[in-house]
């Protein structure tokens, strides 16, 4: 007798095979850094958001476990129960510094990752509107803010990618009291940055919220580091910010900052943050020592370094038949077309030595097949030179 489940199962497996989506997982087995052993085989790779190099940084390292001997290895407990440690609480005081200059009121939650922060903040948003609300989402958003849109059972306006238009026609035809823009600010798939000056405009055109979700942009952007409100010189009690603490700051885990108010309404009714393990001390500890150097002149010399590297990489030929998306950060992504294309693509980097991993849908829209090139401050001019040269053998084959 067949147990039909488990056949079902296996079709299906096999459909996502054929259609060349399955996705695989290969084990690092050295320090988080552009040279990595993966399965043996040393490979230099540009997949890795660590955009500043900081996951290996000594002083981050030394701050880890300086933070798991005055803490301990956990928690123990959620931020309500008894899990928010001084660490936690030290390091939301420093991210509210970095971010006062652009939200008036500023108080900060810090939250384990930045797919429960948008679960969190999204869910909070319609509870405080019961129900009374719209949301306007880029196209091209990060799957945790459709998720999280999802999550929050509330009506949802996708306008197209970066429209500002599209967007201002779709808010004039609103009903809902309460209309919330959801945007990245750098798209994690394409590298470009949002209209964010023309959004916020709209937005308080409409009193509606402006959700910005600045993974990509937080400690990469802006002179000192604090992300792409800074990199636009924006201000407004209408915003609210995301930022994580996996990318950049090279640890793990993710803030989000608005007026002290709607903060204090998520800490009663965000369940996503309520009822979660507070993440280990230790992390938020190591997070001071990140977020000091992002501040510091070493934040601003790898910044620099980073952005010597972009342009020595978007001035480079791009293969015969492949696009190059616009892009000015350290998001530098390829667009080959088909599944198959793009893993051959993949496949003969890394014959060569090279690892960028290939994006499909859907991640990306089909038939926007990619290699998703990005860049970090700990690669070297040589590490630059060294992928060019091995892109110079691809075209589309
Ligand atoms: C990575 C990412 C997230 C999720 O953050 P994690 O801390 O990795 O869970 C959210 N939004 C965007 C745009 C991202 O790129």
């Known amino acids: 007798m067949s147990f039909t489940p488990l056949n079902t199962l296996k079709s299906h497996l096999n459909v996502i095979d054929a259609q060349g989506l399955r996705r695989v997982r290969r084990s690092v087995e050295s ?28 002083l ?3 701050a880890l476990k300086e933070g798991a001997s005055l803490y301990g290895a956990g928690s123990g407990a959620s931020h309500l129960i008894s899990g928010h440690s001084q660490a936690h609480e030290r390091l939301e005081e420093l991210l509210g510094m970095m971010l006062s200059p652009h939200l008036p009121s500023v108080r900060v939650l810090s939250f384990s990752t930045g797919y429960m922060a948008n679960l969190g903040v999204l869910s909070a948003m319609a509870d405080v509107a019961k129900g009374d609300i719209t ?14 849109i999802r999550l ?9 990618h970066a429209d500002v238009a599209d967007l201002s026609q779709r808010l004039s035809s609103c009903q809902s009291t309460s209309k919330v823009v959801v945007t990245d600010g750098v798209f994690s798939m ?12 709209l937005c308080e055109q409409h009193g509606a919220w402006l959700l910005l979700d600045d993974a990509h942009g937080f400690g990469v952007l802006g002179d000192s580091g604090a992300g792409v409100l800074q990199h636009f010189n924006l201000r407004s009690e209408q915003l609210i910010y995301m930022g994580t603490l996996g990318k950049a700051a090279g640890v793990s885990g993710a803030f989000i900052a608005a007026h002290e108010n709607f903060i204090e309404w998520m800490v009663q009714r965000s369940r996503p943050y309520i009822y979660t393990t507070a993440s280990a001390p230790a992390l938020a500890h190591a997070l001071l020592a990140s ?20 342009q020595q990489l978007s001035t480079a030929p791009v293969p ?28 003969d980097l890394q014959a060569q030595g090279i690892w960028i991993s290939a994006i499909r849908a859907p991640t990306v829209p089909v038939n926007t097949a990619r290699l998703r090139i990005t860049l970090s401050a700990s690669h070297t001019t040589e590490d630059v030179d060294r992928l060019v040269r091995a892109l110079s053998f691809e075209s589309i084959s």
Do not use: K
């Open 291 to 310: 977020l000091r150097l992002i501040r510091a002149d070493e934040g601003r010399r790898r910044r620099a370094h980073l952005q010597n590297l972009i």
């Open 190 to 201: 394409d590298g470009d940055i949002a209209p964010l000056q023309d959004l916020l405009r």
């Open 152 to 160: 929050s059972r509330s009506s949802c306006e996708v306008y197209r």
């Open 60 to 62: 981050v390292i030394e």
């Open 320 to 347: 015969a038949g492949w696009t190059r998306m616009h892009s000015t950060t350290a998001i530098q992504p390829l667009v080959i077309g088909s599944n198959e294309q793009v893993l051959r693509a993949s496949a």
């Open 135 to 148: 949301f306007f989402s880029d196209a091209l958003n990060h799957a945790s803010l459709i998720d999280g």
């Open 31 to 58: 320090v988080c850094q552009p040279h990595l052993v993966v399965d043996g085989q040393p490979l230099l790779t540009f997949n890795s958001n660590d955009y500043l190099g900081l996951a290996a940084h000594p």
